[in-house]
């Protein structure tokens, strides 16, 4: 009679078979883009694994699934710029902010129904959730940070610093002790498409771009660094000893550089030793007209950023072109970055969700894009 080994000692290991195809596709990648370009409809599926999830570093390989898609979730010529997942876990649904359409989107996990959520929105940025559920959005337009309570009623968190109204605050998250941390670098004060211009100069907001924190028992603002140029998307690390911070200074700074910063935490409430973390610098492939080709260094802008349970930082990335626009992955250690997601459009913002929290949502100028990945968002929303 035939011995047959149990299914733990089997040499067909499914996860394992899984990974390697990853690996051994890698390689592919530049070819599999070269052919008819890609039919985000779903009509015509792209073969697996998912040539658009780019593995840079072997690191990467066991965050790729090789059996899932990225899929174009919602797109509509009307929406304007996409910006600010965030993941409610308890209505199993992504809210998203359109900032020029002035409303707030929201997509169901159930069925996939995507409905305009809130409008007026003040012209929202960022997103999040608190512990308790209640939304806090971060509003170009009215230029302050707010929370939704359970009866509807808004409550305004902050909606100045040092006796001046903030520039336009962009982003958001929230602490376990209950602080809500912020950034201000002033796009929605800058240009009356993404809210109210405040000033003709278009270069230097009112007041100084700075990161701030929103005391969870006392309501006490505080200014926690202005060590950046323009301080835009945030995240902490897992164990929330660390703040990251995309800085996008050279819109408007010619003297920035391209890059994400992270500070330690000290005691829950302050910042110190800051630093450089990634460089969205990027050796790339270029073709000349005489179809040689050549390696060229491009960058283009981190925006939004968020952390998985392993403590790599998932940044948004655009305003290059193909083969960068989308998402870089950073490992924690030194900021090399491992891997990247390739998008047909810019992507400015990015978080976990779906029922697992293994899901990327990812805001990209005119659509919400989504991809299983095989780890966790490391913190709600």
């Not at 929202?124 to 707010?146: A, K, L, M, P, Y």
């Not at 890059?259 to 110190?272: G, P, Q």
Request: aromatic share 10%; glycine share 10%; with cysteine.
């Amino acid at each position: 009679m035939k011995e047959t080994k149990p299914l733990s000692q089997s040499s067909f290991d499914r996860r394992k078979f899984l990974s390697t195809a990853v690996l051994a596709a890698t390689g592919c990648t530049a070819i599999a883009k070269k052919g008819t370009p890609r039919d985000w409809t779903g009509k015509n599926p792209t073969r697996y694994p998912e040539p658009d999830v780019v593995v840079l570093d072997p690191a990467f390989a066991k965050y790729k699934l090789g059996n899932t898609p990225i899929r174009r979730l919602y797109t509509n010529p009307d929406m304007l710029w996409a910006e600010g997942p965030a993941w409610n876990g308890v209505g199993k649904y992504l809210l998203w902010s359109d900032i020029p359409n002035n409303v707030q989107m929201r997509w169901l996990e159930e069925d996939g129904h995507v409905s305009k959520f809130r409008h007026p929105s003040g012209n929202s940025n960022g997103n999040t959730f608190d512990w308790t559920g209640r939304q806090i959005s971060c509003e170009h337009g009215n230029r302050r940070v707010v929370r939704y309570e359970y009866d509807g009623k808004i409550t305004v968190l902050a909606d100045g610093f040092g006796g001046k109204p903030f520039n336009a605050p962009n982003d958001a998250v929230v602490h376990p002790d209950g602080g809500i941390w912020f950034t201000d670098p002033g796009y929605g004060s800058l240009m009356n498409y993404e809210g109210t211009r405040f000033n003709t100069g278009n270069v230097q907001p009112h007041q100084k771009e700075s990161v701030y924190r929103i005391d969870g028992k006392t309501g006490k603002l505080t200014k926690v660094t202005e060590d950046i140029f323009k301080p835009n998307g945030l995240c902490f690390s897992p164990d929330y000893k660390k703040l990251y911070v995309a800085d996008t200074g050279s819109s408007h700074y010619p003297e920035a550089k391209k890059e994400i910063k992270v500070w330690d935490i000290i005691n829950n409430t302050s910042l110190k030793n800051g630093k450089v973390f990634a460089s969205m610098d990027l050796e790339m492939e270029k073709e000349d007209e005489n179809g040689v080709k050549r390696k060229v260094t491009k960058a283009g802008q981190a925006d939004g950023i968020r952390c998985d349970e392993d403590g790599n930082i998932w940044s948004s990335a655009g305003w290059v072109g193909d083969g960068y626009d989308g998402v870089h992955v950073f490992e924690p250690k030194e900021g090399k970055r491992i891997g990247q997601i390739l998008l047909p459009e810019i992507c400015s913002n990015v978080c976990f969700g779906g029922t697992k929290r293994n899901r990327l949502f990812m805001t990209a100028s005119q659509s919400l894009y989504a991809v299983y990945v095989e780890t966790k968002g490391a913190h709600i929303s």
